[in-house]
């Protein structure tokens, strides 16, 4: 792939594209308002949803976790009542990349069927707001791939940052280290100090989804249980819902500050090789109007 | 050490200096000329010489280091200033390690040395060489980096595609273990500052043609080493850099040297950033052409 | 032009390009090596040369181009080359003014060549003196922007105090336009990078002394430019910063390092009257900036056109 190329591909989506959610759906409690969302943006017409993929999170049993964040996804498909993606969703790799060889899993193989689909016009966005374990692994089984799709990260932070250390970047080093290096078209938009300000509270929340159907009620109850274990009695609360941000890029690239820069080394630090591929990170997200069509989406019946 | 402390020994160098050398001459040219350039220098009464220390270079390091050893007593016989083989010390026998560094007769007297210095009169360590005695008489006496300024000539500009050059990369562990331990350091990178240092056969010839007699022994053996391989048809086969003089005349003539404060970066392959690190002197520029006069002129006069 | 496109457009060329040279010739003495070594690759087959273009320079700027239109007839004279003397055109005769373009033959050449359909690939604009006449004629004509490629050697490289550099100070306000237009743009900086082409009279002497006409005038140029610049306590050499745009053309892959950046912003003086400083907008269309030239190979490669 030329420079020029990469570029090409990592100009802003535009139009209705085909993405592929790549989740960690289980970890925490903002999956599911990504997975939500994209699904609703889909069924309103304004993007193709080719995939809902597990991914594993880190733990003592890998597999499990797994398990769990692919049981997640089909939860939050029967809270939305948009069973049809059920056929869509996949488990990913058990294991890690620094713990076993690349190895197929179902989300793997449809990544390289999808991404691999000649019929699709432009790429096809790996939005992953987990680990890099199934897309790392699909680009060493299929390296051709990296051609096909432009991979949307929420991982590691700000090249400014005192250290790159993320959950989601540092989830499997020997995936992130592979993807840095791998050349493949990457908007990263990094948690601190960009993602990490997708803010809401308990009463944003309730404000723009009680009462209105069974998938808000679902989030709002995943919040108020986070909250409930999380909170500190006289410390004013928050909450990230950073993994939307994903998806909200596709649909609205003009809410998202962006630019090109030389891909960082991966390592603790960020590395410096100004030789090195392009690729495209974000400076800031503009968040109201984000959130205000997250609500409005998933508070429709 | 506060900042403000280290910033204040970072300030640039006064009057006539104490230094010490740590050099690596066997398998280069250059650190003949600086060696040469260092002791005429200080028979002017232009700087204090307080160590003379042979780094090793190759691959065996007892061996490596005893043939810089045996450059230095070389170079101080041919300037014929006996006096100087008194501070002449043999540098390490292995390479460093943080846990247990070797206490070498140059450790030992870049200890003493530096315990006679204060941070207001730091005696200034011009590295022409690797950093193992450097790294191993901070680790085993850590109080003289309070002592000491570190002017090291090695690695390469921050905007540069690797940190990869000799000085730095000889002995990784010790140039970490330098650049972590926030002793005040003035880097002087090769690429792409020292490596403007650059002359000619035809140059050198011109100005080291005519000397008094006391110097003929000394210019002789600098052109001749700056000629193996000479061929007048080959412009690289009549060129050279002669990078090592820049560490000397820091010191002497900071004023034909463009510097500025920056963070520390991370050392690595790549330059890695954290901006929560202490801060340096790079060196961005040098004065060549009145770099090598004051050169030509000690050699020759 | 979208980013895609401008990099396309700033790849490292392979074989031959069609190149014009914009030069304020008559300022100092390397102006004239860039010529004549333009000349002589040009050829040798290793490029199209198909213009000569002079552009001002000094307080009195039509005097500064005139002169250099005649400095440019007089090197192709000592080479005996008559072919080229037809690309050879008058450039600007003042400096440019905020909003308007400085109109002149060479302006008209570019815009003209720019446009030329036959040509296959970009134009290489390799300008080695002031901006005027390409900020001119980016200005008389935006739609070259997709045509050409600007190799200029100018400023200083990003982490440098200032942009005080001779060719940006002949012309502020063209520089400024050029940063700004999203031409696709390799930038020579001066300090720390092209000035590895140093030399000496001495490595001159040995290298061009006694060859030709040509070489006796271009070391005869240095000689008496050293009588008037070197200071006595400086080990005096002169960096021959023109050539490097042209060696750039004849072979950008092993004799350069370069990277892709945001094109920087160029300020206005700050303190004094060539204090513009690097001002940075990392959104900026992308430029390609030169951090490396081999000095070795790019002499062997002008001396061994000279002597012929």
């Not at chain 1, 398990?67 to 990913?92: C, M, W």
């Not at chain 1, 058990?94 to 699709?120: C, F, G, Y």
């Not at chain 2, 390479?95 to 560094?101: G, M, R, S, V």
């Not at chain 2, 520390?264 to 340096?280: C, D, E, I, K, L």
């Amino acid at each position: 792939m030329t420079e020029s190329q990469r570029v090409e591909k990592l100009e802003p989506p535009h139009g209705k594209v085909s993405i592929i959610v790549d989740t960690d759906a289980a970890c925490e409690v903002d999956d599911q308002f990504a997975i939500a969302y994209a699904v609703r943006a889909a069924e309103a017409g304004e993007l193709v949803l080719e995939g809902l993929h597990a991914s594993l999170s880190s733990g003592e049993d890998t597999a499990e976790k797994l398990e769990r964040n692919y049981q997640e996804i089909l939860t939050v498909l029967d809270h939305l009542h948009s069973p049809e993606y059920k056929a869509k969703t996949f488990r990913g790799c058990p294991q890690k990349l620094t713990e076993a060889p690349a190895a197929m899993s179902d989300a793997v193989k449809n990544l390289i069927e999808v991404a691999n689909d000649e019929a699709r016009e432009g790429p096809l966005y790996v939005v992953a707001i987990g680990g890099g374990t199934n897309i790392a692994t699909a680009m060493m089984l299929a390296p051709e791939i990296k051609e096909k799709i432009v991979l949307v990260w929420l991982a590691g932070n700000s090249l400014h940052w005192n250290s790159t250390m993320e959950w989601n970047l540092h989830m499997d080093t020997a995936a992130s280290e592979y993807i840095f290096n791998s050349g493949v078209p990457m908007v990263l938009m990094p948690a601190w100090n960009v993602i990490v300000e997708m803010r809401t509270t308990i009463f944003e929340l309730e404000h723009y989804l009680k009462d209105k159907n069974d998938i808000c009620d679902y989030l709002l109850k995943i919040v108020h249980d986070f909250h409930d274990k999380h909170k500190i009695e006289g410390v004013v609360w928050s909450k990230t819902i950073g993994d939307i941000a994903g998806i909200a890029y596709v649909l609205h690239p003009g809410s998202f500050e962006t630019r090109l820069v030389t891909t960082p080394v991966f390592g603790y630090y960020w590395g410096s090789n100004p030789q090195r591929p392009l690729m495209r990170i974000c400076d800031s997200v503009k968040r109201d109007p984000v959130f205000m069509d997250l609500f409005s989406k998933i508070s429709k019946n | 050490m506060t900042e403000s402390k280290r910033v204040e020994m970072l300030e640039l160098p006064r009057g006539p200096v104490s230094v010490i050398i740590d050099t690596d001459p066997h398998l280069e040219t250059d650190d003949h000329y600086a060696l040469a350039y260092a002791i005429c220098a200080a028979e002017l009464g232009e700087m204090k010489i307080e160590g003379l220390h042979a780094d090793f270079s190759g691959k065996e390091v007892e061996e490596g280091m005893l043939k810089n050893y045996d450059c230095v007593i070389n170079i101080i016989d041919l300037l014929n200033v006996p006096k100087y083989k008194e501070i002449t010390f043999h540098g390490p026998t292995r390479k460093f390690d943080k846990e247990n560094p070797e206490v070498t007769d140059a450790v030992k007297n870049m200890i003493r040395v530096a315990n006679n210095h204060t941070s207001e009169d730091p005696v200034y360590v011009l590295g022409i060489g690797g950093g193992t005695t450097i790294a191993s008489a901070l680790a085993a006496a850590p109080e003289i980096a309070e002592k000491m300024v570190i002017v090291w000539l090695g690695g390469n500009s921050m905007h540069w595609h690797s940190s990869m050059e000799c000085n730095f990369w000889r002995d990784s562990s010790a140039t970490e273990f330098i650049f972590d331990c926030g002793v005040p350091l003035v880097m002087i990178p090769a690429w792409n500052v020292t490596i403007q240092l650059k002359t000619s056969s035809y140059e050198l010839d011109h100005y080291m043609k005519n000397r008094v007699p006391e110097k003929d022994a000394i210019c002789e053996f600098l052109l001749n080493r700056f000629n193996r391989g000479f061929d007048p048809t080959k412009v690289a086969k009549g060129s050279g850099t002669i990078y090592d003089i820049g560490g000397i005349g820091y010191v002497l003539h900071p004023e034909w040297y463009v510097t500025r404060l920056m963070v520390t970066p991370v050392f690595q392959y790549h330059w890695a950033s954290n901006p929560q690190r202490h801060m340096m002197r790079i060196c961005d520029h040098i004065n060549r052409d009145a770099l090598y006069m004051d050169v030509f002129n000690k050699l020759t006069k | 032009m979208k980013e895609s496109k401008r990099i396309e457009m700033l790849e490292l060329h392979q074989g031959k390009v069609s190149v014009v040279l914009d030069t304020d010739t008559a300022c100092e003495v390397d102006d004239q090596f860039a010529v004549a070594y333009a000349v002589r690759s040009a050829e040798a087959g290793e490029l199209v040369l198909e213009g000569l273009h002079a552009t001002q320079f000094s307080d009195d700027p039509a005097d500064g181009m005139e002169r250099s239109y005649q400095e440019i007839h007089k090197v192709l004279d000592l080479m005996g080359n008559t072919e080229y003397k037809n690309i050879v055109y008058r450039g600007a005769d003042r400096k440019m003014t905020k909003g308007e373009p400085v109109m002149s033959d060479a302006v008209n050449h570019l815009i003209e060549l720019a446009k030329d359909e036959s040509r296959e690939g970009p134009l290489y604009v390799v300008a080695i003196g002031s901006g005027t006449n390409i900020a001119s004629a980016l200005m008389a004509a935006p739609e070259i922007k997709e045509k050409i490629v600007l190799v200029w050697l100018a400023g200083n490289v990003m982490h440098w105090s200032n942009v005080a550099e001779y060719n940006i100070g002949q012309d502020i306000t063209a520089a400024q336009y050029i940063f700004d237009s999203g031409v696709p743009l390799v930038l020579l900086p001066a300090y720390n990078v092209v000035e590895a082409l140093s030399t000496t009279i001495y490595e001159l002497e040995h290298f061009l002394g006694g060859k030709n006409d040509l070489c006796d005038f271009l070391v005869e140029n240095v000689r008496k430019y050293s009588e008037k610049d070197a200071k006595p306590n400086e080990a005096w050499t002169k960096v021959i910063w023109d050539i490097a745009g042209i060696a750039y053309i004849v072979n950008p892959k092993e004799w350069f390092i370069s990277r892709l950046i945001p094109t920087p912003i160029l300020s206005d003086p700050k303190d004094w009257e060539w204090d513009m400083k690097w001002a940075s907008d990392p959104t900026r269309p992308t430029m390609r900036i030169v951090d490396y030239v081999e000095r070795s190979p790019i002499f062997q490669d002008v001396f061994d056109k000279l002597v012929k």
